[in-house]
Structure formats: structure tokens, C-alpha cells
């Protein structure tokens, strides 16, 4: 077993998706008898602050 390699491969995979972002996205019915009674949508987002917020300002009154 090589978890040497299995945690470069996440730590490579994590920077990846901090760099780049990903948006993950879905949404949840609740129904009783066909009669759909509740409905949640959810997005959430992934990425480095910094690369969301372009100004430095918010970027580091995010941070604090």
C-alpha cells in the first residue's frame, strides 16, 4: 500500500480545485401525495478567496 502517493494525489487534487473552483449544485423535493410541500435548492461554491474576490480590500476583510 503506497499512502505516500494516495496524499500527493489528494493534496494535488485540493490545489487543483482551489485554483480553478467548482460549483456544485442540487435541489431536494418533499412531497406528500403528489402535493410537493417543501423544495430546497442549494449552490454551493469551492475555490480560493482570492480568486473569487478580485479586490484585495474584501479579500483581506474576508480573511480577518
Known amino acids: 500500500m503506497n ?17 480553478v473552483g467548482a460549483v456544485i449544485k ?3 423535493v418533499i412531497s406528500v401525495a403528489e402535493i410537493d410541500m417543501i423544495y ?6 469551492i475555490a480560493a478567496a482570492d480568486r473569487v474576490l478580485t479586490d484585495k480590500y474584501q479579500t483581506r476583510k474576508l480573511l480577518q
Do not use: F, T
Open 3 to 19: 499512502n505516500g502517493q494516495d496524499v500527493d494525489g489528494l493534496c494535488d487534487l485540493l490545489d487543483r480545485l482551489l485554483d
Open 26 to 28: 442540487g435541489s431536494i
Open 40 to 45: 430546497v435548492e442549494v449552490a454551493v461554491l
